[in-house]
Structures are given as structure tokens and as C-alpha cells.
Nanobody, 122 residues
Framework: QVQLVESGGGLVQAGGSLRLSCAASGRTISSAAMGWFRQAPGKEREFVAAVSSSGGYTNYADSVKGRFTISRDNAKNTMHLQMNSLKYEDTAVYYC???????????????WGQGTQVTVSS
């Protein structure tokens, strides 16, 4: 069974940067697309970014384009999200995800990580 563990969250000032990591264990996920969602208090979970199994294709939510970069290392079964120029509005719990059918809707996600808190102060 695939398990996902996020790390790298924390508290940063607006304009700062964080790098999130997601490590997969229990089974290789090199054949599946991976991505990130986030959820702020009182809000629905929203898509942030995704990367194809090969790492050659990426997709980003409009709110993070130009600021966030997603990547993966299949040899290590890891995925990363480089977050630059952080805004207060980026504050949320960030979740690593695997989606075998590549639809990237919250209800269709096959495996979720436990989440890591990102807090951006103004």
C-alpha cells in the first residue's frame, strides 16, 4: 500500500520561500501522476499543482503560476514543491496526492498524505 509523507512546512514572512517534499513508501509511484492540494480553514480543498509520471508535464493553479514549481525524482520516490514569493493567501495545510486516473479532483484522489502546515505572516 502506498503511503505519502509531507515535510518542509513552517512559518515564513510574506515574500519568503519554502520547499515542500513528499516521500512515498510501501510501493513505487513512478507510474502515477503526483501533485499537491491545499486547504485553508473554512475553505474547500483546492488543487495547487501536478506533475506527470515522467516529470515532463506540469500543471498549476492560476493563483500560484509563476511562483511555485513542482518536480519529482522517481529514483527516490519523492516529489517537491518550491514555493517562492509567498503571500498571506497561501496559508493552508498542504497535502501530497497520487491520482492514478489524472483527473485531479479532490474526490478522485487515490492516496493522500497527512498534510503539512504552511503559514505566511504579513
Amino acid at each position: 500500500q502506498v503511503q505519502l509523507v509531507e515535510s518542509g512546512g513552517g512559518l515564513v514572512q510574506a515574500g519568503g520561500s519554502l520547499r515542500l517534499s513528499c516521500a512515498a513508501s510501501g510501493r513505487t509511484i513512478s507510474s502515477a501522476a503526483m501533485g499537491w492540494f491545499r486547504q485553508a480553514p473554512g475553505k474547500e480543498r483546492e488543487f495547487v499543482a501536478a506533475v506527470s509520471s515522467s516529470g515532463g508535464y506540469t500543471n498549476y493553479a492560476d493563483s500560484v503560476k509563476g511562483r511555485f514549481t513542482i518536480s519529482r525524482d522517481n529514483a527516490k520516490n519523492t516529489m517537491h514543491l518550491q514555493m517562492n514569493s509567498l503571500k498571506y493567501e497561501d496559508t493552508a495545510v498542504y497535502y501530497c496526492a497520487v491520482d492514478f486516473d489524472n483527473r485531479w479532483l479532490p474526490k478522485d484522489i487515490d492516496v493522500w498524505g497527512q498534510g503539512t502546515q504552511v503559514t505566511v505572516s504579513s
